[in-house]
């Protein structure tokens, strides 16, 4: 099993920047993709970006391409969610999530239901 849990979400205003993290434990070893989800009130989760391996190639949904940007650190199983520029349609629920399968399919790391565990979220607020 791998545990995961989030951390530092927030209400900021638009253009602000904030970072959210996802700290692993548990068969850390064994992870093969981590990314970041969000849902907001009414909507389905909603893929923002992932990893395939240990920075092997990264993802990121068309609305936060160039804004939001995924780093690791390694030694403490922590992976982060540097968000720029925010605007408040990013207002969400943030969560990180992990799966031991290896795909190079690049389609896979996008699909929700491709990962098993999942952190209990963040607060993401974003004021106009």
């Known amino acids: 099993q791998v545990q995961l849990v989030e951390a530092g979400g927030g209400l900021v205003q638009a253009g602000d920047s904030l970072r959210l993290s996802c700290t692993a434990s548990?068969?850390?070893?064994?992870?093969?993709?981590t990314g970041w989800f969000r849902q907001s009130p009414g909507k389905e989760r909603e893929f923002v970006a992932a990893?395939?391996?240990?920075?092997?190639?990264?993802y990121y949904s068309d609305s936060v391409k160039g804004r939001f940007t995924i780093t690791r650190d390694i030694p403490n199983n922590t992976l982060y969610l540097l968000m720029s520029n925010l605007k408040p349609e990013d207002t969400a629920v943030y969560y990180c999530?992990?799966?031991?399968?290896?795909?190079?399919?690049?389609?896979?790391?996008?699909?929700?239901?491709?990962?098993?565990?999942w952190g209990q979220g963040t607060q993401v607020t974003v004021s106009p």
């Open positions: 548990g068969r850390t070893s064994e992870v093969r993709g």
């Open positions: 999530a992990a799966t031991r399968k290896y795909s190079v399919d690049d389609f896979y790391y996008g699909q929700p239901s491709e990962y098993p565990y």
């Open positions: 990893e395939r391996g240990l920075g092997e190639k990264t």
